[in-house]
T-cell receptor
Framework: AQKITQTQPGMFVQEKEAVTLDCTYDTSDPSYGLFWYKQPSSGEMIFLIYQGSYDQQNATEGRYSLNFQKARKSANLVISASQLGDSAMYFCAMREVHQGGKLIFGQGTELSVKP | NAGVTQTPKFRVLKTGQSMTLLCAQDMNHEYMYWYRQDPGMGLRLIHYSVGEGTTAKGEVPDGYNVSRLKKQNFLLGLESAAPSQTSVYFC?????????????FGAGTRLSVL
């Protein structure tokens, strides 16, 4: 059964430092997509980055990069040069191509950036 | 630049009352979804639609009904609200692109059932 696991309920990082948020997944479908979303205290869900299972290179979007290790079934989010505005909940999610458009979400990691 | 719009933003119901949450998207997306988010948990899929006139059950469909009469709108109905349905509800839409299929979310509806 498809599953997403985020083992860090909360993380702290100093402003301007890099931080890694962990995500592992389980699926038997060879074709899938992995997503990270940010949820600030205001509540909206903001798409950050996407990685396809057949993508050869790790995805990057500005200060966000995804450390994709397919054999280990991990898709960690790396935020470089943390900013105070990065303080939020971060959710990892997965979509299996043969399961329609459904996303399965992890429980989230709360990131706090310290000045 | 509206994207996905949910109405209302907040609602308080009494047990047994009914209500409808409206989701509207202006991106001409084929797929639309309703999720709920409970404290300490990620989002869970209630129902979804892969096109106008179609709906399908998600992970937690009991107690909810949906309709997609127009491509841009996806309605979520609670026929007889229960306290267990107190939650934050999110609507999302996406355009299928293989595995990519990025979902864009509305701002959420906070529902309390007393």
């Amino acid at each position: 059964a498809q599953k997403i696991t985020q083992t860090q309920p909360g993380m702290f990082v100093q402003e301007k430092e890099a931080v890694t948020l962990d995500c592992t997944y389980d699926t038997s479908d060879p074709s899938y997509g992995l997503f990270w979303y940010k949820q600030p205290s205001s509540g909206e869900m903001i798409f950050l980055i996407y990685q396809g299972s057949y993508d050869q290179q790790n995805a990057t979007e500005g200060r966000y990069s995804l450390n994709f290790q397919k054999a280990r079934k991990s898709a960690n989010l790396v935020i470089s040069a943390s900013q105070l505005g990065d303080s939020a909940m971060y959710f990892c999610a997965m979509r299996e191509v043969h399961q329609g458009g459904k996303l399965i979400f992890g429980q989230g990691t709360e990131l706090s950036v310290k000045p | 630049n509206a994207g996905v719009t949910q109405t209302p933003k907040f609602r308080v119901l009494k047990t047994g009352q009914s209500m409808t949450l409206l989701c509207a998207q202006d991106m001409n997306h084929e797929y639309m979804y309703w999720y709920r988010q409970d404290p300490g948990m990620g989002l869970r899929l209630i129902h979804y639609s892969v096109g106008e006139g179609t709906t399908a059950k998600g992970e937690v469909p009991d107690g909810y009904n949906v309709s997609r009469l127009k491509k841009q709108n996806f309605l979520l109905g609670l026929e007889s609200a229960a306290p267990s349905q107190t939650s934050v509800y999110f609507c999302a839409s996406s355009q299928p692109q293989g595995s990519k299929n990025i979902q864009y979310f509305g701002a959420g509806t906070r529902l309390s059932v007393l």
